[in-house]
């Protein structure tokens, strides 16, 4: 069983900051990949941001420069500090774990911003 706890999420005005955590417990052997996804009423859920182990990180286009995606290799946590956020980043944010042959997802946090 592995579950997936997030936390950090809130309303905030535009121009503030958010981070968010996600931390990871249960059997996971190995992950290969950790990430955020966000899904704003009625949208489809989309790709924020990732960290490929020992590789690389990768942001969607309308986040970059602007979040910056980590992990605590100890703890099995990644965060995402959201800067400079905007109206339009308003959304629930899922973080996403991956070990071979299987995605495990979080149960969603919400952030709002404010104009």
């Known amino acids: 069983q592995v579950t997936l706890v997030e936390s950090g999420g809130g309303l905030v005005q535009a121009g503030g900051s958010l981070r968010l955590s996600c931390a990871a417990s249960?059997?996971?052997?190995?992950?290969?990949?950790m990430g955020w996804y966000r899904q704003a009423p009625g949208k489809q859920r989309e790709f924020v941001a990732e960290?490929?182990?020992?590789?690389?990180?990768n942001y969607a286009g309308s986040v970059k420069g602007r979040f910056t995606i980590s992990r605590d290799n100890g703890k099995n946590t990644v965060y995402l500090q959201m800067n400079s956020m905007k109206p339009e980043d308003t959304a629930v944010y899922y973080c996403?774990?991956?070990?071979?042959?299987?995605?495990?997802w979080g149960q969603g946090t919400q952030v709002t911003v404010s104009s």
């Open positions: 996403q774990v991956r070990s071979p042959g299987v995605d495990y």
């Open positions: 249960g059997s996971i052997f190995s992950i290969n990949r």
């Open positions: 960290i490929i182990i020992h590789r690389s990180t």
